[in-house]
């Protein structure tokens, strides 16, 4: 059975024998923006994981979080990864933290690409504003501590990606210009 996600193109033929494009990186360094921009730039079908578990389960990712707690998000999360293997060519956006589920990766890749949308933590927690309230994990006292912490525990799978593209370096247009040349290689 083919999965039913709800995503940027409903009923697109999201083509199994081509590789998903995935974006990785920190809570607010643009993995939803720049994974709609290139998506619709390129024709693809975008998934943004976290809506697509929001849409599944009927609540919020922060209510989630609370009444269910990070290890039953995470293998929310995991189910869904494992349902990728089954389409292909979407644009994918998954949360900050999907890089630690064990073997999440190792689902999709290859044939899947990685990108890394690098960003400096200090960076992202701008980015965010206000809406950081909306993510469980920058809800407490100190949200940029909070994201040096995770940027210091998903570093390394972060820097593991096919690609790094430094959205500190480049403006936005910029950023989804050059994943839009990553995906269009895969093709």
């Not at 992202?124 to 909070?146: C, D, F, I, T, Y």
Request: hydrophobic letters at 35%.
């Amino acid at each position: 059975m083919t999965p039913t996600f709800r995503t940027s193109r409903p009923g697109s033929a999201a083509d199994p024998s081509l590789p998903h494009l995935i974006l990785i990186g920190l809570p607010g360094c643009g993995k939803t923006t720049v994974g709609q921009a290139v998506a619709d730039k390129l024709g693809r079908t975008f998934l943004d994981m976290d809506l697509e578990i929001e849409r599944r389960e009927g609540r919020s990712i922060s209510q989630i979080f609370g009444e269910k707690g990070e290890p039953y998000f995470r293998k929310k999360e995991r189910e869904l990864t494992e349902e990728l293997k089954l389409v292909g060519n979407m644009i994918v956006s998954p949360g900050g933290g999907w890089v630690t589920s064990d073997g999440a990766i190792d689902l999709v890749r290859p044939p899947s690409k990685l990108v890394y949308l690098k960003v400096r933590p200090a960076t992202a927690l701008k980015r965010l504003g206000p809406m950081r309230m909306m993510r469980p994990l920058l809800s407490r006292p100190n949200p940029e501590a909070e994201l040096e912490r995770l940027m210091k525990e998903r570093k390394a799978r972060y820097e593991s990606a096919d690609h790094v593209v430094d959205t500190e370096l480049y403006g936005l247009q910029r950023v989804i210009d050059d994943v839009v040349t990553l995906a269009s290689a895969l093709r």
